[in-house]
């Protein structure tokens, strides 16, 4: 057998057939997915939440992660910033011809893993390959159904002034540690993706408080721009203090380098939350105990003045606007 | 990673914002020459920090702000030539030049790659030996000895299918131009941080000797600019304008010997033209004929239609520093980050992203 994926693997024939029955199914193997029938069948009850969302990350490995890691977890925390109990993904796989069915199979080891951390099934999938330069090595479509109490009521328009903004740990990990593995940027320390499933962070969350009033993982676009969609579709203003907001060193001095400012930086296992004062610290406690919020901290909270407008205090003491990320971070030049 | 946090150190801010504070007397104008500096007094809330007396402009240390647009019109021009491919820095390809830009080109079909220096552009050519790579040269002083290095690495690999449209501009020229133009009075500069890294600071001598302005070379942390405008008002207070070095970690008097070389090696200095201000000579950096294969303006020919301004864009004006942003009709209104009118509002460096990034203070 070849080593490396050819058109035929998507051709609907028997080595569609045996990508899906060696390469797939072995790892991600459950009961409505070994029955390869057209659609899964499950049984859910009561509110579902359902997302979907598409990965092209170049490079498809970097440090902390890989694409499969990052498809599964990417869905399984849209999910769970709705408050919803990940359950079941589906997975599907778009591959450029060519790649090495050693990296494709490291991809499905990942989704795997991550799949059986987050506690989801794979239930259905789908595989297809194209010519050489029509995709970039690989792309994966993830969608996700979570169910969700009742009485949870997570949205990203329910701050209200007093609130407080709780962050859950370091934030431009996954941004630097793309960058620096795409353009070949070495670091003395090296800096590692923070992709990782929030599931069970939100659910420990949730038993700690019932006024979580909204909840969002700042992935592109950074912290600065998941603010910013709260204060606008709360239409509430957001203060946050500079020096609060966890940075690892190697983050922070890359970002100096490349003239970059972290806030605007992505993330792939952090979440805001922006919670009822008077519940702010039994959530933030209760965040510290799980791995993933053990460096969660408090960064700022809710107002009434300046709508629509999130206005950071500066390491210095003055105050400046903190505006959405406008088209792409790049590095500065002079 | 030492050397941040440092920098950054709030008391140390506050005391010297008090020094400065306590310092001034006499109202005084400064001028940030680099947008990097910019960016940073924006970010860190600076402006708020310095007594009223103290009015800083923006400068026009823009690589990508001060890109003529007849310069980027040929970058585009380039880029739909068969077989080619462009490499540039990330911002160029936002810049609107007459009738199109290169990221509109790319989406036509045209190969622009992204490259974070000269030397990646390398890389491409040797991987694409069928087509002619040709990297977009802008910068100061900081990324000409990259370019060079880059020219000086492809004549010793015999790698024959790379090209560089040198734009590179001097800043000491454009220095003496603004001060010979005397649109704005200034008392100080705030001297380039990168820049004085590779040319030191006995260039930028003739701002005190010849035009009594202050000068003070600063780094890009919040305490290295504090220190900086420290310097100036005290020069100014003192009557006593020279040329000091507020950067000393990074910065020498006779700047990195190894780079200067590699510059001189590889370009002569020659006329070129900066948007808002025209034709400075003495100001840019051409290819030495010894190298001239790798020049792009010699092994290419386009043509070009004649250049158009944006109507209404002040970027010429905020790079002389004869306006701020906000006193752009077109500033926030028409011209956004996402559909920018001029460089300035297009690139990390320019004085409209940053304005309209980190707008004003708000308490």
Known sequence: MSDTILLAHGSGGKLSHDLVEKRFLPFLANPALNKLDDSAIFEASGHLAFTTDSYVVNPIFFPGGDIGKLAVCGTVNDLAMSGAKPAYLSLSVIIEEGLSLDELEQIVQSVKKAAEEAEVSIITGDTKVVNRGQADKLFITTSGIGIISPEVDISGANAKAGDKVILSGTIGDHGIAIMSQREGLRFSVPVESDCAPLNKLVSQMLEASSRIHCLRDPTRGGLATTLNEFARQSNVGIVIEEDKIPIMEGVKAACELLGLDPIYVANEGKLVAIVEPSDADKVLAQMKQIGYGREAAIIGEVTAKHPGRVIMKTKLGPSRIVDMLSGELLPRIC | ?363
């Not at chain 2, 603004?178 to 941080?193: A, F, R, S």
């Not at chain 2, 297009?346 to 309209?356: D, I, P």
Request: net charge neutral.
């Open chain 2, 1 to 363: 990673m030492k050397f941040v946090d440092e920098y950054q150190n709030s008391e140390l801010a506050r005391r010297l914002a008090h020094r400065i504070t306590n310092r001034s007397t006499k109202t005084i104008r400064l001028m940030e020459f680099c947008g990097g500096h910019t960016h940073a007094i924006m970010r860190y809330g600076i402006r708020q920090l310095v007594p009223k007396t103290v009015e800083m402009r923006s400068g026009p240390g823009c690589p990508v702000c001060v890109t003529a647009t007849a310069d980027l019109d040929k970058a585009i021009a380039l880029a739909h030539l068969p077989e080619v491919i462009i490499t540039t820095f990330g911002d160029m390809i936002r810049v609107p030049g007459s009738y199109s830009s290169l990221q509109q080109s790319k989406a036509e079909g045209a190969d622009i790659r992204i490259v974070y220096s000269a030397i990646d552009a390398i890389e491409t050519a040797v991987a694409n030996p069928e087509e002619s790579v040709i990297f977009i040269g802008i910068g100061f002083e900081t990324t000409a000895p990259t370019i060079a290095a880059s020219i000086l690495k492809a004549q010793q690999r015999k790698i024959e299918n790379f090209y560089v449209l040198s734009l590179n501009k001097l800043t000491p020229p454009v220095m003496k131009a603004l001060l010979d133009l005397g649109e704005v009075k200034l008392d100080g500069i705030i001297g380039p941080g990168h820049v004085s890294v590779i040319i030191g600071s006995h260039p930028y001598e003739f701002i005190s000797n010849s035009y009594g302005v202050a000068c003070v070379i600063s780094g890009f942390e919040p305490l290295d600019i504090l220190l900086c405008i420290d310097k100036l008002v005290e020069q100014v207070e003192n009557g006593q304008p020279k040329v000091e070095i507020a950067y000393p970690r990074g910065v020498k008097p006779e700047g990195n010997s190894k780079a200067l070389q590699l510059m001189e090696e590889v370009f002569e200095v020659g006329g070129a033209d900066w948007r808002g201000i025209g034709t400075i000579p003495q100001s840019g950096l051409k290819i030495r004929k010894e190298y001239e294969r790798f020049d792009a303006d010699k092994a290419f020919s386009v043509s070009l239609k004649p250049v158009r301004e944006p109507k209404g864009c002040r970027c010429g004006d905020v790079i002389r520093g004869a306006a701020t942003p906000p006193e752009c009709k077109l500033f926030r209104k028409v011209c956004t980050p996402e559909t920018p009118v001029g460089p300035c509002m297009v690139s990390s460096e320019g004085a409209c992203a940053a304005y309209n990034q980190y707008g004003e203070s708000c308490e």
